[in-house]
C-alpha cells in the first residue's frame, strides 16, 4: 500500500466488509493537518478493487487541495462503496457505511457523491453524527459546484482575453450532468455561446431546446474554436491525444483529475492554453459543506462560493509574474499550507 503510486502520504486508509450488509467500502483520509477530512462518498460498481482504491486515493487528494486553497478549515478526504447504487444500496449497507464513519470519530466527515444523495446520508446519520448537510436548509439541491466554475471561467476569461462578462464568449463544454448543466443554463443567462457533448440524447435535446446550444459528438468538443473548453464529464480528459486538438484558450471546467499526468500541465501551457486547476474550480461544494456552519441561505451560499473567481484571479495574476503555471502555482500554496498547518500542529502537541 505504501508503494502505491497514488499513496502520496494518505494519513488513514479503511477497508471494510461488512458481513451482514455485504457493505464493501474504502474510505481514504488524506491530510488533516487543516482540519478533518471532509469527502463525499460515492458508490459505483467498480470493475476490480484496485479500480477502486486508486479512485478514492486521487479523489481524496484532490478534496485536501480543494480546501486548501479555498483558506477552509478542512482536510482531504472520501470514500468508496463499491457496488451498483440501483441494486446494491440497502439501509443496512448505508447504516455499516455509517458506522465505520463513526468509527473514525471524527477524522472523516461524509457527503454525498456520485451514486449517493441527501437521503442516504440521513439513514447513515442514524448511526453517526459526521455527516454533511446535517441542517434543513441544506437538504435543498443548489447548484454550487457549477456556480463555482463559472465564477472561476469568468475570472480566467477576464485575465486572458480582457473581459468584463461573458456575452459572446464562446464556450464548449464536456458533459450535461449534475454540473454541466447548470453550468451551461448560468453561462447562458449571462450572454454565452455554447457548444455541447454528452453520450445520453435526452439531456442534448434539453441543452439544444432550452439553452440553445450547438450540439456536437463526444469526439468533437475537443477540437471546435472556442475560447474555453469545460470539461465537466470524467477526468484524466486532458492528455497527448486532446491536448494538441485544443483551440481554446482557457482550459476551466468542473470535472475531476482533468489532467492525466503532472507533464500535461506543462503541454498546455506550451501551446498558450491557461489552465485553471481543477481543485479550485470545482471546490464549490467544500465552500458550501463549510457554509452549513455559518449560513446555509442559498443566496448567503452562492455569494460564498464567489470567493472561488477571487481566488482563481489572485492566482492567475500571481502565477503569470512568477512565471509558472496556475498549476504549479496553487500546488506549492497548497503544499506550503499544509506543512505549516502540520508543523504547527506538531510544535503545539510539544508545549
Ligand atoms: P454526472 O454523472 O451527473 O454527469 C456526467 C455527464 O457526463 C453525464 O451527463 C454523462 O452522460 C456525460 N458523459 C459521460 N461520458 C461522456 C462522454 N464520453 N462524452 C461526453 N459526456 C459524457 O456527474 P457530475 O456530478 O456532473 O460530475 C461531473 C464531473 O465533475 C466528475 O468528474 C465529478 O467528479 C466532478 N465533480 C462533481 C461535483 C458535483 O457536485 N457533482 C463536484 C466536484 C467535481
Redesign the pocket.
Known sequence: MFSHPEFDSHETIVFSRDAVSKLTAIIAVHNTALGPGFGGCRMWPYEDEEAALRDVLRLSRGMTYKAAICELPYGGAKSVIIGDSETDKTPAALRAMGRLVEGLNGLYIIADD?GTNLDDLAVMRQETSYTAAATAAAGQPLA??AHGVSKALEAAAAFVLGRSDLAGLKVAV???????MPLCRILHEHGAELTV????PE?LVIARREIGATVVP?GEIYGRGVDVFAP????AILNDETIPRLKAKIVCG???NQLLGPEHDRALAERGIVYVPDYLA?A??VIDFHMEHIDDTPDAVLRAVDRIGEITAEMLVRAKTNAETPLRLTDRLVRQRLDDAGAARLSSKAD
Open positions: 456520485v454550487v459546484t464536456q458533459g450535461l450532468g449534475n454540473v454541466g457533448c454528452d453520450i445520453d439531456r463526444p465537466c464529464a470524467f477526468g468542473g470535472a475531476n470545482n464549490g461544494g
